[in-house]
């Protein structure tokens, strides 16, 4: 195998995902904060889409005109939610702080923050469109 410079990403690394809206404006202002928050930077910005950039991915939200439902549903086939890697617990609990504060529900409130398990901490929220997403932390290992 040979080494690749910085600048070249490894082959099978995530290059984007393109997520159709039903409201440009409403996704800018549900999404926007938290990507900024995780790094991300603004992209590419068009009448009817936007991007966000971090690293080789960027993420994509555009209101189509080929659209041809108001929903998103999680458990339909497709996308079942986004997962970001956050450094803390206390990191967590903020961004989950803040997603409230945006338009975010919590999902799974009384097993919160462990409901992806008791060695997990996660938070699992749905925004306005039926998008999920989980912030979580490293797994911790099991004491022994």
């Known amino acids: 195998m040979t080494d690749q410079p910085p600048s070249t990403p490894a082959p099978?690394?995530?290059?984007?995902?393109?997520?159709?809206?039903?409201?440009?404006?409403?996704?800018?202002?549900?999404?926007?904060?938290?990507?900024e928050d995780l790094g991300?930077?603004?992209?590419?910005?068009w009448d009817h889409g936007r991007s966000w950039k971090l690293g080789p991915t960027y993420l994509v939200f555009e209101q189509s005109p080929a659209l041809t439902g108001p929903?998103?549903?999680?458990?339909?086939p497709g996308l079942n939610h986004l997962a970001f890697h956050v450094d803390t617990p206390d990191r967590v609990d903020l961004l989950t702080e803040k997603a409230r504060q945006n338009g975010w529900t919590l999902l799974f409130p009384d097993r919160h923050p462990h409901a992806g398990g008791a060695l997990q901490h996660a938070a699992y929220l749905e925004n306005t469109d039926g998008f999920e997403i989980e912030l979580t932390t490293p797994t911790r290992t099991p004491d022994r």
């Open 40 to 45: 991300y930077v603004l992209h590419q910005s």
């Open 71 to 76: 929903r998103h549903d999680r458990r339909a």
């Open 12 to 35: 099978g690394t995530l290059h984007h995902i393109e997520i159709w809206v039903p409201d440009l404006a409403r996704a800018i202002a549900e999404w926007a904060w938290l990507f």
